[in-house]
T-cell receptor
Framework: AQSVTQLDSQVPVFEEAPVELRCNYSSSVSVYLFWYVQYPNQGLQLLLK??????LVKGINGFEAEFNKSQTSFHLRKPSVHISDTAEYFC??????????FGKGTTLSVSS | KAGVTQTPRYLIKTRGQQVTLSCSPISGHRSVSWYQQTPGQGLQFLFEYFSETQRNKGNFPGRFSGRQFSNSRSEMNVSTLELGDSALYLC??????????????FGPGTRLTVL
């Protein structure tokens, strides 16, 4: 069975500071990995995905994530955050033909 | 291209009632998945429909059901509502989930409140 653990439920940071949102997964087979963002009163938007190939994945809004197979991690990073990055972030794992399994989310709060 | 639409956006029901939520996928997408989002449990998979057939099902009681029509639009129904059914219900569509991973596109959700 697959599972996803987001290690921090809340991450407060100041504007222009770097941020890392941590995600560990568990799976006995090869999986695809994703990060989604959810702004208040909205659905989920895909930030980036790892399907295969380069372990460093770049996404929208300046976010990137690194797939680490040995540590079963897929941490999300941004070198300099903005107020507008305040949102909830979800890490998810999936395989072709199966449903996505989501972590419980990390609330990123950016203040000035 | 229009995104995934969900109706209604907000619903208030009382315990024991039933409710039907609707989801229209992106044009050309044949797969629709439903998720329940609550503060305590996060996002949990309900079921997925592809070409009018249920392909995957999550671990929810039989009170939760769904269907998909020939135009790919999907509905989910919850009967005998309980307070714990209060949640944001999200619908996601993708083009063809039987192949190598296809990206899922999410709608804005329906906020259901059970009183």
């Amino acid at each position: 069975a697959q599972s996803v653990t987001q290690l921090d439920s809340q991450v407060p940071v100041f504007e222009e500071a770097p941020v890392e949102l941590r995600c560990n997964y568990s799976s006995s087979v090869s999986v695809y990995l994703f990060w989604y963002v959810q702004y208040p009163n909205q659905g989920l938007q895909l930030l980036l995905k790892y399907l295969s190939g380069s372990t460093l994945v770049k996404g929208i809004n300046g976010f990137e994530a690194e797939f680490n197979k040995s540590q079963t991690s897929f941490h999300l990073r941004k070198p300099s955050v903005h107020i507008s990055d305040t949102a909830e972030y979800f890490c998810a794992v999936g395989q072709a033909g199966t449903a996505l399994i989501f972590g419980k989310g990390t609330t990123l709060s950016v203040s000035s | 291209k229009a995104g995934v639409t969900q109706t209604p956006r907000y619903l208030i029901k009382t315990r024991g009632q039933q409710v039907t939520l609707s989801c229209s996928p992106i044009s050309g997408h044949r797969s629709v998945s439903w998720y329940q989002q609550t503060p305590g449990q996060g996002l949990q998979f309900l079921f997925e429909y592809f070409s009018e057939t249920q392909r995957n099902k999550g671990n929810f009681p039989g009170r939760f059901s769904g269907r998909q029509f020939s135009n790919s639009r999907s509905e989910m129904n919850v009967s005998t509502l309980e307070l714990g059914d209060s949640a944001l219900y999200l619908c996601a569509s993708s083009s063809n989930p039987t192949r190598t991973y296809n990206e899922q596109f999410f709608g804005p959700g329906t906020r259901l409140t059970v009183l």
